[in-house]
């Protein structure tokens, strides 16, 4: 039964406003102390109710702890839309004492202020405010001096229950939709003349399948001159009865962000020319206005799947005619038709839209993990339903609707519906003077009009106009000069045309856009929790194991411990008496008695005895608990002496044991050090490699494990040789030893992933990919590869993050490496400066001529004259003008500072930077060099048409370029994956790299794709890819190198002789040599060329020595007949490697000719003990043997 209930409707949550109190209120006489005051509560169109009036003077504050409340309904999806995006507006009313005969009590309204119910929206259920009251024009308070303390309201609102639910909060989001600027309008609007309202429109999604145009009406058209504040405060999307200054969002300001941290358009280095003009000079469409718009859950799965399936989403923009002022007339309703009169436009053309653009809005940012904000110049195209369609794959715009709906909030803002005032002729004359001293207040105040989407009482008006949008004609709702097409039409073929909006294409107009998320749809894994996730796969191992504790191990530990103390004790004697025991040969008892007493004496007095026996202490305390299991108190005194007696025997006992085995007669001889360390054994490995023998390889791979298992890179570096050779499971085993030994090992992260691709396990791949990000953040190569994973597993919204994060590092890369070559041509030239100064002053006797000119010229700073220049450009001349031109005093002590460089910079009129050469040691002498003008009216001229200065453009020196990359994201990945053999991955970036605008068919192209031909033993192709770089740079000495290596391994020796000559040759060497000089050598040999072979080893052995190369060299002197060189070489080759026997062969020959028969004999055993498979060497062996008569110990 309880199946069949239907669900509870959770009834209507009341929301009460309360405003506790108001401080440093000013009245309309100066002479009162006190001001009667009242507050009127308002939301949206509705009056929530006045408070009553309470007298507030400068010492007491206004008490007025009045509530007033709103119902929220859950029924209506709207409802937490509406209270997100509308304030409550509060308004201070001055009440007036009553004169005789007076009916009704005058009003004087004070201020206004604006209460933001987001933080009920946010679940928070009580919210305290202390807001400003900002004056209204013609207010008393508008008279207030700035030190004066300003008047506030503290405002406290709260709710029983939470508005939002957790699993509303969970499933649900806020979006915040910021619409700032226009910026390069088309040149025909015009600050002058007709003037007309301008809109911008988008779609927003209600629930899963109904969508809602949210309209910003009221952009205002500005001149260039009138420049913007730096910090600009956000406008209410609808502030209802809210005027002046209250119109603003408490603490809500407009972010700047670098234009390289944008998501839109025009972020390029040509396109930042191009946006400093028009947004320092030209006129703009100004709103600076925020929206917020609640989103259920269904809501934010259909946002999430239309970003998905086409990330653009379309921002439109249009013109529209001003309504009628209604002056004259009484307050109408909002759709009735206007009367003909004074300022009223015609019904038909109030909702006429012209200049009809849009902007797609790459969206797509916002289904990247943990992205909540997307924020840029998106660029303005022209609209047509055929390019809306394309881009966005809808069918119609919203043009024709959000005309109407501009129209009804441009007319309800005209009507300025406000607090009702007393009656009284006085105050309508005022409030008329008021209107006519402040005509410029009102049109700021028209032009902070509010921008908003149709509100709860204007739906079923939509639903009418939607519903006669469908039956009207079109064609009276656009211009003559827009014509548009629609999809399904027969004309389809026909390319529709938009005369107007092409004019933003013109003008290269764009909109500064920004949708800002309460959460981000795609959460991102913190790094704390990939660090748990990496760990569950692969357990951190500990650096040492685990010690077991036992009987024996505490017997062991307490040897340990003698050995130790009696090596100290042996230390401190031969310290003492060292230099008796060299010279003494016989000693007496009693000598031998007093060396005794005096180091005992010496370990007592200098504490060392107290520290030995602390030393010992604690393997004594693990004997008595682990042996004698001996762990509470003795209670028997008898007892305890037993104890300690048994005890005192048995490890005196031990300790002459550990002593026997400690102690000889003759010290013992250190064990030798290693001749090899592990860098060398990774040489000898690599050389293994390259050769064809994984064995042998495998031998140094394993060797340098076993020397010390805890380091990383020996795991790693093993576990890239089993990638090459194709054991994917080995290569599994060692990457995951190298994250278990350090969690943070990015390499060991990252081809962990690769693996984890490789064997289809994609969750752990992209786990570990992750895991390298947040190690390094500003690792390159981490964020590359992440872009590779996202790719291979079809993820484009996710490699196109990768890639845009990677190519930001790159970009920032060069910028430091330049900033960092910079400073130090600087510290150099400073040092040369500085050297040269003190020369000349030892020349000059001690006293030296000012330099002052010859070190910072003269800065000419030519204006054009005033009658040449635009007035939009004025100020900003003079102020440019004034902010470059140095003044004497500041020039002559930027003398010391700078010396030869003078940097002027300027972030929003440019850059320029001017390097002065060597001037002449006497004379003032101005640089022809000298430091251009940013402001862009110098190159080419005002927005107004000044025509360009020839002197000015004469002295302009080139701008400064900004730093490429020396390489693309992609071949840095590249150069790194062909090190550790991972081929899938790397011919995926070479395939980037081939369609990046950095890369294409260029010599590091070709050469990274024939090494991968050559790792996968595809050498046709790897040849066919040589050739091609050859054609890009013939010089290129790894081009050579490879080749060489190509002809090596199908056996064209005579190609690969001369291939490897050459690359000998050059005076840059290639970026692998060691394997050029070994098998050019063995060419040389096998073409019996011995002198040159054994110079190609020598040059091998200086570089790198081995086993292999000395054993080259060998060779060599051996059949030159150079048998005490050879033996020397041989022996080398011998302590690094005394387990070759071609080694072992050579030296057996080399012993025969020189008639050592033992030795000969020892190493022919050695040759075949370790199966010398040279039948060529072996043959010769036995003939040398038959010829000398020995050398055999078989006969």
């Given at each position: 039964?309880?199946?069949?209930?239907?669900?509870?409707?959770?009834?209507?949550?009341?929301?009460?406003?309360?405003?506790?109190?108001?401080?440093?209120?000013?009245?309309?006489?100066?002479?009162?102390?006190?001001?009667?005051?009242?507050?009127?509560?308002?939301?949206?169109?509705?009056?929530?109710?006045?408070?009553?009036?309470?007298?507030?003077?400068?010492?007491?504050?206004?008490?007025?702890?009045?509530?007033?409340?709103?119902?929220?309904?859950?029924?209506?999806?709207?409802?937490?839309?509406?209270?997100?995006?509308?304030?409550?507006?509060?308004?201070?009313?001055?009440?007036?004492?009553?004169?005789?005969?007076?009916?009704?009590?005058?009003?004087?309204?004070?201020?206004?202020?604006?209460?933001?119910?987001?933080?009920?929206?946010?679940?928070?259920?009580?919210?305290?405010?202390?807001?400003?009251?900002?004056?209204?024009?013609g207010s008393p308070m508008e008279t207030l001096p700035p030190d004066a303390p300003r008047p506030e309201v503290d405002v406290l609102l709260s709710v029983n229950e939470p508005l939002v639910d957790?699993?509303?909060?969970?499933?649900?989001?806020?979006?915040?939709?910021?619409?700032?600027?226009?910026?390069?309008?088309?040149?025909?609007?015009?600050?002058?003349?007709?003037?007309?309202?301008?809109?911008?429109?988008?779609?927003?999604?209600?629930?899963?399948?109904?969508?809602?145009?949210?309209?910003?009406?009221?952009?205002?058209?500005?001149?260039?001159?009138?420049?913007?504040?730096?910090?600009?405060?956000?406008?209410?999307?609808?502030?209802?009865?809210?005027?002046?200054?209250?119109?603003?969002?408490?603490?809500?300001?407009?972010?700047?962000?670098?234009?390289?941290?944008?998501?839109?358009?025009?972020?390029?280095?040509?396109?930042?020319?191009?946006?400093?003009?028009?947004?320092?000079?030209?006129?703009?469409?100004?709103?600076?206005?925020?929206?917020?718009?609640?989103?259920?859950?269904?809501?934010?799965?259909?946002?999430?799947?239309?970003?998905?399936?086409?990330?653009?989403?379309?921002?439109?923009?249009?013109?529209?005619?001003?309504?009628?002022?209604?002056?004259?007339?009484?307050?109408?309703?909002?759709?009735?038709?206007?009367?003909?009169?004074?300022?009223?436009?015609?019904?038909?053309?109030?909702?006429?839209?012209?200049?009809?653009?849009?902007?797609?809005?790459?969206?797509?940012?916002?289904?990247?993990?943990?992205?909540?904000?997307?924020?840029?110049?998106?660029?303005?195209?022209?609209?047509?339903?055929?390019?809306?369609?394309?881009?966005?794959?809808?069918?119609?715009?919203?043009?024709?609707?959000?005309?109407?709906?501009?129209?009804?909030?441009?007319?309800?803002?005209?009507?300025?519906?406000?607090?009702?005032?007393?009656?009284?002729?006085?105050?309508?004359?005022?409030?008329?003077?008021?209107?006519?001293?402040?005509?410029?207040?009102?049109?700021?105040?028209?032009?902070?009009?509010?921008?908003?989407?149709?509100?709860?009482?204007?739906?079923?008006?939509?639903?009418?106009?939607?519903?006669?949008?469908?039956?009207?004609?079109?064609?009276?709702?656009?211009?003559?000069?827009?014509?548009?097409?629609?999809?399904?039409?027969?004309?389809?073929?026909?390319?529709?045309?938009?005369?107007?909006?092409?004019?933003?294409?013109?003008?290269?107009?764009?909109?500064?856009?920004?949708?800002?998320?309460?959460?981000?749809?795609?959460?991102?894994?913190?790094?704390e929790e990939l660090a748990r996730r990496v760990a569950e796969y692969i357990p951190p191992r500990p650096l040492f194991p685990k010690r077991t504790d036992g009987a024996q191990r505490a017997v062991?530990?307490?040897?340990?411990?003698?050995?130790?103390?009696?090596?100290?004790?042996?230390?401190?004697?031969?310290?003492?008496?060292?230099?008796?025991?060299?010279?003494?040969?016989?000693?007496?008892?009693?000598?031998?008695?007093?060396?005794?007493?005096?180091?005992?004496?010496?370990?007592?007095?200098?504490?060392?005895?107290?520290?030995?026996?602390?030393?010992?202490?604690?393997?004594?305390?693990?004997?008595?608990?682990?042996?004698?299991?001996?762990?509470?108190?003795?209670?028997?005194?008898?007892?305890?002496?037993?104890?300690?007696?048994?005890?005192?025997?048995?490890?005196?006992?031990?300790?002459?044991?550990?002593?026997?085995?400690?102690?000889?007669?003759?010290?013992?001889?250190?064990?030798?050090?290693?001749?090899?360390?592990?860098?060398?054994?990774?040489?000898?490995?690599?050389?293994?490699?390259?050769?064809?023998?994984?064995?042998?390889?495998?031998?140094?791979?394993?060797?340098?494990?076993?020397?010390?298992?805890?380091?990383?890179?020996?795991?790693?570096?093993?576990?890239?040789?089993?990638?090459?050779?194709?054991?994917?499971?080995?290569?599994?085993?060692?990457?995951?030893?190298?994250?278990?030994?350090?969690?943070?090992?990015?390499?060991?992260?990252?081809?962990?992933?690769?693996?984890?691709?490789?064997?289809?396990?994609?969750?752990?791949?992209?786990?570990?990919?992750?895991?390298?990000?947040?190690?390094?953040?500003?690792?390159?190569?981490?964020?590359?590869?992440?872009?590779?994973?996202?790719?291979?597993?079809?993820?484009?919204?996710?490699?196109?993050?990768?890639?845009?994060?990677?190519?930001?590092?790159?970009?920032?890369?060069?910028?430091?490496?330049?900033?960092?070559?910079?400073?130090?041509?600087?510290?150099?030239?400073?040092?040369?400066?500085?050297?040269?100064?003190?020369?000349?002053?030892?020349?000059?006797?001690?006293?030296?001529?000012?330099?002052?000119?010859?070190?910072?010229?003269?800065?000419?700073?030519?204006?054009?004259?005033?009658?040449?220049?635009?007035?939009?450009?004025?100020?900003?001349?003079?102020?440019?003008?004034?902010?470059?031109?140095?003044?004497?005093?500041?020039?002559?002590?930027?003398?010391?500072?700078?010396?030869?460089?003078?940097?002027?910079?300027?972030?929003?009129?440019?850059?320029?930077?001017?390097?002065?050469?060597?001037?002449?040691?006497?004379?003032?002498?101005?640089?022809?060099?000298?430091?251009?003008?940013?402001?862009?009216?110098?190159?080419?001229?005002?927005?107004?048409?000044?025509?360009?200065?020839?002197?000015?453009?004469?002295?302009?020196?080139?701008?400064?370029?900004?730093?490429?990359?020396?390489?693309?994201?992609?071949?840095?990945?590249?150069?790194?994956?062909?090190?550790?053999?991972?081929?899938?991955?790397?011919?995926?970036?070479?395939?980037?790299?081939?369609?990046?605008?950095?890369?294409?068919?260029?010599?590091?192209?070709?050469?990274?794709?024939?090494?991968?031909?050559?790792?996968?033993?595809?050498?046709?192709?790897?040849?066919?890819?040589?050739?091609?770089?050859?054609?890009?740079?013939?010089?290129?000495?790894?081009?050579?190198?490879?080749?060489?290596?190509?002809?090596?391994?199908?056996?064209?020796?005579?190609?690969?002789?001369?291939?490897?000559?050459?690359?000998?040759?050059?005076?840059?060497?290639?970026?692998?040599?060691?394997?050029?000089?070994?098998?050019?050598?063995?060419?040389?040999?096998r073409d019996e060329k011995f002198q040159e072979a054994k110079n190609t080893f020598l040059m091998a052995c200086k570089r790198s020595p081995s086993c292999v190369s000395w054993l080259g060299v060998?060779?060599?002197?051996?059949?030159?007949?150079?048998?005490?060189?050879?033996?020397?070489?041989?022996?080398?080759?011998?302590?690094?490697?005394?387990?070759?026997?071609?080694?072992?062969?050579?030296?057996?020959?080399?012993?025969?000719?020189?008639?050592?028969?033992?030795?000969?004999?020892?190493?022919?055993?050695?040759?075949?003990?370790?199966?010398?498979?040279?039948?060529?060497?072996?043959?010769?062996?036995?003939?040398?043997?038959?010829?000398?008569?020995?050398?055999?110990?078989?006969?």
């Amino acid at each position: 039964m309880g199946d069949s209930e239907p669900p509870s409707i959770r009834p209507p949550e009341t929301i009460t406003i309360t405003v506790l109190r108001a401080r440093n209120l000013k009245g309309s006489s100066a002479k009162a102390d006190a001001v009667n005051a009242m507050v009127k509560v308002e939301f949206g169109e509705r009056s929530l109710g006045e408070s009553p009036k309470v007298d507030c003077t400068a010492e007491t504050p206004a008490e007025f702890n009045y509530n007033a409340t709103m119902s929220c309904t859950y029924d209506d999806p709207t409802a937490l839309d509406e209270i997100a995006h509308k304030p409550v507006v509060l308004t201070v009313i001055e009440v007036l004492p009553k004169e005789k005969k007076q009916k009704e009590e005058k009003t004087v309204l004070l201020g206004q202020c604006t209460v933001d119910m987001l933080p009920l929206v946010k679940g928070e259920t009580k919210h305290r405010h202390t807001l400003i009251v900002n004056p209204l024009p013609g207010s008393p308070m508008e008279t207030l001096p700035p030190d004066a303390p300003r008047p506030e309201v503290d405002v406290l609102l709260s709710v029983n229950e939470p508005l939002v639910d957790n699993s509303q909060m969970n499933a649900g989001n806020l979006m915040t939709i910021t619409v700032e600027s226009l910026f390069s309008p088309p040149e025909s609007w015009s600050v002058t003349g007709t003037q007309y309202a301008y809109a911008a429109a988008l779609p927003v999604p209600v629930n899963a399948e109904k969508e809602t145009p949210i309209v910003f009406a009221n952009g205002m058209l500005k001149p260039g001159i009138d420049k913007e504040v730096p910090n600009k405060q956000k406008k209410w999307a609808v502030p209802a009865t809210a005027q002046g200054n209250a119109i603003y969002i408490p603490d809500q300001f407009i972010a700047q962000d670098a234009i390289e941290d944008e998501d839109g358009d025009f972020r390029g280095k040509d396109d930042r020319e191009h946006r400093t003009i028009a947004e320092q000079e030209k006129n703009r469409c100004t709103w600076n206005t925020e929206r917020r718009s609640y989103l259920e859950g269904s809501a934010v799965k259909s946002f999430q799947d239309k970003i998905a399936k086409c990330r653009y989403w379309p921002l439109e923009v249009m013109r529209l005619p001003q309504p009628a002022s209604g002056k004259g007339k009484k307050k109408q309703d909002d759709h009735a038709d206007t009367k003909k009169g004074s300022g009223a436009v015609n019904k038909d053309d109030e909702g006429a839209v012209s200049f009809h653009g849009v902007a797609f809005v790459n969206l797509a940012p916002l289904l990247y993990p943990g992205v909540k904000r997307i924020r840029g110049a998106y660029k303005i195209h022209s609209y047509t339903d055929q390019a809306l369609a394309e881009k966005t794959k809808r069918k119609m715009g919203l043009g024709e609707e959000a005309a109407r709906i501009a129209n009804n909030i441009l007319n309800r803002s005209s009507a300025s519906p406000g607090p009702k005032k007393g009656a009284g002729g006085k105050d309508d004359k005022k409030e008329k003077d008021v209107k006519k001293g402040h005509s410029r207040q009102d049109d700021s105040r028209r032009s902070n009009s509010i921008a908003q989407t149709h509100d709860t009482e204007d739906h079923d008006t939509h639903a009418k106009d939607h519903h006669d949008h469908k039956k009207g004609d079109k064609s009276s709702m656009i211009t003559s000069q827009t014509i548009k097409s629609d999809a399904g039409s027969e004309h389809e073929a026909q390319a529709p045309v938009n005369l107007e909006g092409q004019q933003y294409v013109d003008s290269k107009s764009y909109i500064m856009f920004e949708i800002r998320l309460e959460k981000p749809l795609i959460p991102k894994r913190p790094p704390e929790e990939l660090a748990r996730r990496v760990a569950e796969y692969i357990p951190p191992r500990p650096l040492f194991p685990k010690r077991t504790d036992g009987a024996q191990r505490a017997v062991e530990d307490f040897h340990t411990q003698v050995s130790s103390v009696a090596g100290l004790v042996l230390d401190e004697f031969r310290d003492m008496f060292g230099d008796e025991l060299r010279t003494d040969e016989n000693i007496t008892q009693e000598a031998m008695e007093s060396r005794r007493q005096k180091l005992i004496y010496e370990l007592n007095a200098s504490g060392k005895y107290f520290a030995f026996k602390e030393q010992l202490k604690h393997s004594v305390v693990k004997i008595v608990r682990e042996k004698y299991l001996k762990t509470t108190n003795f209670e028997d005194r008898q007892e305890l002496q037993t104890f300690l007696s048994e005890l005192y025997v048995y490890l005196i006992d031990q300790m002459h044991e550990s002593l026997t085995k400690t102690l000889a007669l003759e010290d013992q001889a250190p064990v030798p050090a290693p001749l090899t360390d592990s860098a060398q054994l990774k040489h000898f490995a690599r050389e293994a490699e390259v050769n064809g023998n994984f064995e042998l390889a495998t031998k140094y791979y394993q060797e340098r494990i076993a020397r010390d298992r805890n380091d990383p890179s020996h795991w790693f570096d093993y576990g890239t040789f089993c990638l090459y050779i194709n054991d994917i499971t080995k290569a599994e085993e060692c990457f995951k030893e190298t994250v278990a030994i350090d969690q943070k090992h990015l390499h060991g992260l990252l081809l962990y992933g690769v693996v984890c691709t490789l064997q289809e396990k994609h969750e752990a791949a992209e786990t570990f990919f992750e895991a390298a990000t947040c190690v390094q953040p500003k690792s390159i190569l981490a964020w590359t590869m992440l872009g590779l994973f996202y790719d291979a597993v079809q993820n484009e919204i996710g490699a196109e993050m990768a890639y845009i994060e990677a190519n930001k590092l790159n970009q920032q890369a060069a910028v430091n490496m330049a900033r960092a070559l910079r400073e130090e041509e600087l510290a150099k030239q400073r040092v040369e400066h500085s050297e040269s100064e003190a020369s000349h002053k030892d020349d000059q006797g001690g006293l030296a001529p000012p330099t002052s000119n010859t070190l910072v010229p003269d800065i000419k700073q030519p204006t054009p004259p005033s009658s040449e220049r635009g007035q939009g450009s004025a100020r900003s001349s003079e102020k440019m003008s004034s902010a470059r031109r140095p003044s004497a005093s500041k020039r002559s002590s930027a003398v010391s500072e700078r010396l030869e460089y003078q940097i002027i910079e300027g972030e929003e009129e440019g850059v320029a930077i001017s390097v002065l050469s060597e001037k002449p040691p006497s004379g003032r002498n101005k640089s022809d060099s000298n430091l251009s003008r940013p402001s862009s009216e110098y190159r080419r001229g005002s927005a107004r048409g000044t025509p360009q200065l020839e002197e000015a453009s004469e002295e302009t020196p080139p701008r400064e370029p900004t730093p490429v990359p020396t390489s693309s994201i992609y071949m840095q990945a590249i150069d790194w994956l062909l090190e550790v053999k991972a081929v899938p991955f790397t011919e995926r970036a070479l395939g980037h790299e081939l369609l990046s605008p950095m890369g294409g068919l260029t010599a590091h192209y070709h050469i990274a794709l024939a090494r991968v031909k050559l790792q996968k033993s595809e050498l046709k192709e790897a040849e066919e890819s040589l050739n091609e770089a050859l054609q890009f740079d013939y010089q290129n000495p790894d081009v050579w190198a490879l080749m060489g290596h190509v002809m090596y391994l199908i056996n064209d020796t005579t190609e690969a002789k001369g291939c490897y000559e050459r690359t000998i040759d050059f005076v840059a060497d290639a970026s692998e040599m060691h394997s050029v000089y070994l098998r050019l050598g063995s060419i040389y040999l096998r073409d019996e060329k011995f002198q040159e072979a054994k110079n190609t080893f020598l040059m091998a052995c200086k570089r790198s020595p081995s086993c292999v190369s000395w054993l080259g060299v060998g060779m060599a002197c051996y059949r030159l007949g150079e048998l005490s060189e050879a033996e020397d070489a041989l022996s080398e080759a011998n302590i690094l490697n005394n387990s070759d026997p071609e080694v072992w062969g050579y030296l057996s020959l080399v012993c025969l000719k020189t008639g050592r028969q033992l030795e000969a004999e020892q190493a022919y055993k050695y040759a075949i003990k370790v199966n010398l498979e040279d039948t060529d060497l072996l043959d010769e062996i036995i003939k040398t043997q038959k010829e000398v008569g020995f050398g055999n110990p078989q006969f």
